[in-house]
Nanobody, 124 residues
Framework: QVQLVESGGGLVQAGGSLRLSCVAS????????MGWFRQAPGKEREFVAV????????QYADSVKGRFTISRENAKNTVNLQMNSLKPEDSAVYYC?????????????????WGQGTQVTVSS
């Protein structure tokens, strides 16, 4: 059974930074792409970033490009999301997800396993 556990969320002022982490267990983590998504109240879950198995091909949503950085540490079964220059519109529950398919998808329906989410709130 795969388990994904996010951490690092919290309350931060606009312009500040947070670093989210997601630790995976129960699967061969290093074989698969990992993604970050977010969902604000009343909105659909949206793509934030994805990284391939080796960490060499990160991709980002246009809304976070240049501010967020996704990375992974396969030896620690961990994927990270460094978030800088945060804006109030970045406020949401952030989820990490694992894709056992071809990888690098930006659509949540292609991901097989999800964490429980961590709340990020950016105050203006």
């Amino acid at each position: 059974q795969v388990q994904l556990v996010e951490s690092g969320g919290g309350l931060v002022q606009a312009g500040g930074s947070l670093r989210l982490s997601c630790v995976a267990s129960g699967h061969t983590f290093s074989n698969y792409a990992m993604g970050w998504f977010r969902q604000a109240p009343g909105k659909e879950r949206e793509f934030v970033a994805v990284i391939n198995w080796s960490g060499t091909m990160p991709q980002y949503a246009d809304s976070v490009k240049g501010r967020f950085t996704i990375s992974r540490e396969n030896a620690k079964n961990t994927v990270n999301l460094q978030m800088n220059s945060l804006k109030p519109e970045d406020s949401a529950v952030y989820y990490c997800a694992l894709d056992t398919g071809s990888g690098l998808s930006k659509r949540p329906q292609y991901y097989d396993y999800w964490g429980q989410g961590t709340q990020v709130t950016v105050s203006s």
